[in-house]
Each structure stands twice: as structure tokens, then as C-alpha cells.
């Protein structure tokens, strides 16, 4: 589990600007792609490779593994940014996002890399995978299991009805061992959730739903792994941590803008975004 | 006339011919695999004893998930058990499954190449008094358009109790398509199953003057249809397709090139389901005459089995009549 010294916070601090460097040179360089959850979710993103997840990016099918699976694909440059920077393949392989014959598809492929727990991009359909994954795992190794599993999931998601058939099923087996994430940033495609379709009350939609929910700044390293920690230690029902973010996060110009969820970046745009996260 | 190199049953042309539904047939194949293998697990949307899963359920009630009305999520937690080294069952009517959910199978199973099996009872008009919002005419064509599927549809229980074990050993998303209604048997359990491999069940001793290629329960339909052209001396034969992706291309053409005319039976839409399935074999390898059996652009209604079957011109006799009007077409 992780443990946050102020040095490792500020380790992890730099580690996610990084991320949101990367994240910006690919979008750039792909000319298409989604970047306000992609840059909302770095901080989630470096916690959970370099802190909170039992994984080895020596050995990525290795079978002890806990398991995450990505529900939201399209925001998948942070997700790819932190596997490069976490060493499963080179930083450099990062420039080939969305482009012919790479491994880095346009929204995450298991045909293209493998080793990551399922193909996503249609939303909606990542909770009931994950509820699949701990259910078998429950069934072979009941509360002896050694496994954790997470789902990150966008808010704008909650629209699909999958969803909440998903989340009966989840409350129903009483999975202890999964643990949610929603990128609660209030933004989607055409506007603002609360304007597309509100979600409020999303936290009591989940208690009443019979889960362990918690609300968190999606960006503070202490308070995120904290809530893992406590998600964790209830015993008797799966976690939804909601995860509260700035779409756009440490890009000025792109911060809690809905225009930017696919919005290309062009290279002005995004000379001055390196700029800006640097400097901060 | 039949083929009894593979050791078809007998009493076929009784009047008292043993019926049983091939949803009987996969309950009982599916405790087989779950004994044989402890990793199936079923999964099933509040449909347990229709679909027969609750013969399993019974036995295995810790490999067994009762996920309720919820298709979609049927599927794509069978998806993330597959993920984690188990073989699932899903049961459900085709009409939901994939009916409800086929975006969840094509991105979840299909895509991701996950061994689940989906298995979908009443299918086709033969449902009955439901009605046709509950008669399943497209689920074929949905499925068998998805790489990586695989699509059974046996053509009675002893198939679909055989297609069913071996479905849970292929580690392939698979289809298998089941009927509500008791049907006819056909096979034996001594009958060879070669998946992906079609088998002529019904041969009369000359060059066939037409082939029918017919899946599902329909196989004895066509069966007596040929039965009734080979008391007038005229060669049917009739090719049994239980595995429809992959499909057996070497039987299909070789009929075709013996007949030089096919007829196909099925009961489904004709668009996109097995006749367009022979037709693009056909016209690619060695094009025919060909007519096809089946719902032809319409919905389904309440009524009997055979009734049903009757009007939407799957019976024998509109069988009877297709293989004459492709005689009449054939190039000489």
C-alpha cells in the first residue's frame, strides 16, 4: 500500500506533470484524440502505477496481479503516457498514439497490446467486466483472495444503463475487492453533465445502490490514497470512490472547458501547454 | 435414405418420432462440461428454467450467477470472468441475447476474443403463442457478421447436448442457437460431431437433382421433403449445417457442383442468415440456381409451432415447392 512521505508526494507531483507532458506531445502529434479527462485523470493515473497497484511492468500477464480495468478508453494517452513512464514499453513508442500499425490504437485494443485487461471505448461497459473479473475471483478464492480490482470510469458513463446494472450486481455478490473510480469532472462531449443529463446526486445514487462511496479531490496524492486504503477495509460491499477533477488539469486555456473533451491540439496550442506545465 | 454412416435414428419417418427441444439438450450437455471442467460457470438473466440452465444451477450453485432481467450485463460479466481463465455460459431468449445486447458481445467478447458462450434459447417462429416481439429471426445474422464467433445451431437435443460440451473445450466466443419448442430427434448419441463440419444427413443412392443445406430443427422438414421426392424417384439431398461460422465450404460446393441447385432451409430471416451465408459461398466458388427457406421480411406472430412454420412457408410442402422451382431454373 502506499505510503506518502512529503518527498514521495512531491516524487509523485513531478511524476504526473511528466505524464501530462506526454500526454500533450501525443495528442499533438496524432492531430485527434480526447484531452480534457486525459490530463484530469494524470494525478489518479501516478498514484495508482506508482503507488497503489501490485503489478510488475517486467512481467505484465503476471497472475497476481491486481487488475484494472479502463471502462472510459478514450481518454487511454494517460493511460498509455503512465505504462510508458512506468516501464512497460519505451517513452519514445508514445509518438505512434492513434497512427497505422501501432500499438497504441485510438482507444485501447487487447488485439494491438495485450497485455491490458480489455479492449474499451464504447462506454459503459467496463464496470460489469471488472464485476465479472472479481466474481471469478471471488469463486475460486473466496475471502482469501489476494487481488485487488479497479475500475476507472467517466462520469458521463453513468447515462449508460449498463452501468447500473453492473452496480446491482456488484452490491448483490458483495464484492469487497472492487474498488470504482469515477472522473467526476461535470463535462462530456456536447456540455456539461448536469446540462446533458444530471447525474446529481451521484454519491446517495451509489449508497443507495449499496456501495461504499466516497468523495475525493481527484488531484490531492494524500487524499486519494487514503480512501483506497478505507475502500478497502469495508468488508461487506464493493467501493465507488468519486473522484472530483479539473478537465484540462495544468493547462490553463483547456481547464473546465467541455470543448476540449475532442478537441485536436494544434502545435501552438500545445507549445504553450508544455510551457505552462513546466513552469508550474 | 439416410445416411447411416452416421448413424442417424431410425424411427425418423415414425409418426410417433421422440421430440424433444434442443434446450433440453444443452441442459444436459452443459452439467457434462461442468463436470468435466471446473472452470464453467453459468451465468443467466432470470430465464434459469426456460433455458434450461437450471439443471446446472442445481449441481453447481457456486459456479452458477443469477444476474437478473439484465442482459447487457449478462455478457459483459461473462466477459470479465473469461478474462480471468473461466468458461461462461450465458442463457437467455435470442431475442435478448444477443437481440438486447449485441454492442456488449461485439466489443466485450468478440473484440477482445473471449471464450463465453451465449446461448440463446427460442429462437425462430417456433416460440409460438409469445408473439413476435419474442420470436427471434435475426440472431444469426448477428452473430455470424462478428469475427471471431463461432455460431452452432444444432439441429435437435442430441446436437445441441454434443455442441454444447464441445463448446465449452473450443476456447472461441461461440453462438448456439436453441429452440423452445420439442422437436423432432434425428441424430443418435453414436452420431459423429466434427465442429465446423457439415454432414449429409439424407442421400438417396444417384446424383442428387438438388441439394438442400438446412440448419436447425428444420433439418427434418427438409428431411421429409426429400423423403417425399425420393418416393417419386427424384435425388434430394440434404446437407446438415450445425456449425454456421465456420462454415463448411468444401460440402457446400461439393453439393452444389453434384445438384447444380440448392435450396436452403432455415428458420430465420433469409437476409444474413444461413441461405445468405451458402449464397456467398456460391456465387464466389461455383454459382447455382439457389432458393431460399425462411421468414422473409416480416415479424412473427402468435399462434402454434406448426402453424407458424405453416404460414411463413417453412413447412414441407413450401419446401417441396422451392426445390421445384430451382429445377426448373437449373442452367443445362
Known amino acids: ?280 | 435414405m439416410l445416411n447411416q454412416n452416421l448413424k442417424l435414428n431410425i424411427k425418423l419417418f415414425d409418426a410417433d418420432v421422440e421430440k424433444i427441444s434442443t434446450r433440453v439438450g444443452f441442459g444436459e450437455g452443459l452439467v457434462l462440461a461442468a463436470d468435466a471442467d471446473k472452470n464453467v460457470v453459468g451465468l443467466c438473466a432470470d430465464l434459469n428454467e426456460s433455458t434450461q440452465m437450471n439443471l446446472f444451477a442445481r449441481k453447481y450453485p457456486e459456479r452458477f450467477v443469477q444476474v437478473g432481467v439484465a442482459e447487457q450485463n449478462l455478457v459483459t460479466v461473462a466477459s470479465g470472468m473469461a478474462a480471468m481463465g473461466k468458461i461462461p455460459f450465458v442463457s437467455s431468449y435470442a431475442i435478448f441475447s444477443p437481440g438486447r445486447n449485441w454492442e456488449q458481445i461485439r466489443t466485450t467478447i468478440a473484440l477482445n476474443d473471449r471464450a463465453v458462450k451465449i446461448v440463446s434459447s427460442h429462437a425462430g417462429v417456433s416460440v409460438g403463442a409469445d408473439g413476435g416481439s419474442h420470436q427471434a429471426l435475426e440472431d444469426i445474422a448477428l452473430m455470424r457478421v462478428l469475427p471471431n464467433m463461432v455460431v452452432l445451431s444444432p439441429c435437435d437435443a442430441i446436437e445441441a447436448k454434443k455442441a454444447t460440451i464441445e463448446a465449452a473445450k473450443n476456447g472461441k466466443p461461440t453462438y448456439i442457437r436453441l429452440a423452445r419448442e420439442k422437436t423432432p430427434i434425428i441424430t443418435t448419441k453414436e452420431t459423429p460431431l466434427e465442429m465446423g463440419k457439415a454432414q449429409m444427413f439424407f442421400a438417396p443412392p444417384m446424383t442428387a437433382q438438388v441439394g438442400i443445406i438446412a440448419t436447425g430443427p428444420l433439418v427434418y422438414n427438409a428431411i421429409l421433403a426429400a423423403q417425399n421426392f425420393a418416393q417419386r424417384g427424384i435425388s434430394v439431398k440434404v446437407l446438415n449445417i450445425s456449425s454456421i461460422r465456420p462454415l463448411d465450404f468444401e460440402a457446400i460446393i461439393n453439393l452444389a457442383k453434384e445438384a447444380r441447385a440448392v435450396v436452403s432451409v432455415e428458420e430465420h430471416q433469409v437476409v444474413g442468415g444461413l441461405g445468405s451465408a451458402v449464397a456467398e459461398v456460391l456465387v464466389q466458388n461455383y454459382p447455382v440456381p439457389m432458393e431460399l427457406i425462411g421468414v422473409h421480411d416480416k415479424f412473427g406472430q402468435s399462434g402454434t409451432a406448426s402453424e407458424l412454420i405453416e404460414y411463413y412457408g417453412m413447412g414441407v410442402s413450401s419446401i417441396e415447392k422451392a426445390v421445384e422451382r430451382v429445377m426448373g431454373r437449373k442452367i443445362t
Open chain 1, 1 to 280: 500500500m502506499l505510503q506518502l512521505t512529503e518527498e514521495k508526494i512531491k516524487w509523485m507531483e513531478e511524476k504526473a506533470r511528466d505524464i501530462r507532458v506526454s500526454v500533450i506531445e501525443m495528442l499533438v502529434e496524432a492531430g485527434s484524440g480526447h484531452p480534457s479527462g486525459a490530463l484530469g485523470m494524470a494525478d489518479i493515473f501516478t498514484a495508482l502505477f506508482f503507488g497503489i497497484l501490485r503489478h510488475d511492468p517486467t512481467n505484465p500477464m503476471w497472475e497476481e496481479r491486481d487488475r484494472l480495468v479502463l471502462s472510459n478508453g478514450h481518454i487511454c494517452p494517460v493511460y498509455y503516457a503512465t505504462l510508458a513512464h512506468a516501464g512497460y514499453f519505451p517513452i519514445e513508442e508514445l509518438k505512434n498514439l492513434r497512427k497505422f500499425g501501432s500499438r497504441l490504437q485510438g482507444h485501447p485494443d487487447r488485439n494491438f497490446l495485450p497485455f491490458i485487461e480489455t479492449s474499451s471505448g464504447p462506454l459503459g461497459l467496463g464496470l460489469s467486466q471488472a464485476v465479472g473479473m472479481c466474481l471469478a475471483d471471488k469463486i475460486d478464492n473466496g475471502k482469501y483472495s489476494s487481488k485487488q480490482f479497479y475500475c476507472l470510469l467517466s462520469d458521463a458513463e453513468m447515462q449508460e444503463g449498463n452501468i447500473w446494472e453492473g452496480a446491482m450486481l456488484g452490491a448483490k455478490e458483495r464484492l469487497q475487492n472492487l474498488t470504482i473510480i469515477i472522473d467526476r469532472n461535470n463535462i462530456q462531449t456536447e456540455g456539461n453533465t448536469e446540462d446533458i443529463m444530471p447525474l446529481e446526486p451521484l454519491k446517495e445514487k451509489w449508497e443507495f445502490f449499496n456501495w461504499h462511496a466516497q468523495t475525493i479531490d481527484g488531484h490531492n496524492f494524500r487524499e486519494i490514497a487514503k480512501v483506497v486504503l478505507q475502500a478497502q477495509a469495508v468488508l461487506d460491499r464493493p467501493s465507488v470512490i468519486i473522484a472530483n477533477t479539473i478537465p484540462g488539469k495544468g493547462v490553463s486555456f483547456m481547464e473546465g472547458k467541455y470543448e476540449w473533451h475532442s478537441k485536436p491540439i494544434n502545435k501552438e496550442e500545445g507549445k504553450k501547454a508544455i510551457e505552462e506545465l513546466k513552469n508550474a
